[in-house]
């Protein structure tokens, strides 16, 4: 079964960075995407980043050119470098991976908090 790990969160002043991780196991299958999104208090979900096998990555547009994503499919591993953070990044981050095999998985961690004081 594949479980994700989490990890990195914390609290943060703003302008500061925090670098998040997140680790898959019990992987069967290649996992062709792995990124992150986000939901702050009483709001939707956000897309925050995605990143393929292949390396191509999307990112959402309120983190374009202060969030990196990279991955490491040796350790079935992504990771979220995050610069320049400001108050509203505070949300909890959460990791999924896709897995296709004929069909669509998708599995997600528990979510890590950051939070970015003022």
């Known amino acids: 079964q594949v479980k994700l790990l989490e990890s990195g969160g914390g609290l943060v002043q703003a302008g500061g960075s925090l670098r998040l991780s997140c680790a898959a196991s019990g992987v069967d299958f290649s996992i062709n995407a792995m990124g992150w999104l986000r939901q702050a208090a009483d709001e939707k979900h956000e897309l925050v980043a995605t990143?393929?096998?292949?390396?191509?990555?999307k990112y959402g547009d309120s983190v374009k050119g202060r969030f990196t994503i990279s991955r490491d499919n040796a350790k079935n591993t992504v990771y979220l470098q995050m610069n320049s953070l400001n108050p509203e990044d505070t949300a909890l981050y959460y990791c999924y991976a896709k897995i296709i095999t004929g069909e669509i998985r998708e599995y997600w961690g528990q979510g890590t908090q950051v939070t970015v004081s003022s």
């Open positions: 990143i393929e096998r292949d390396g191509a990555t």
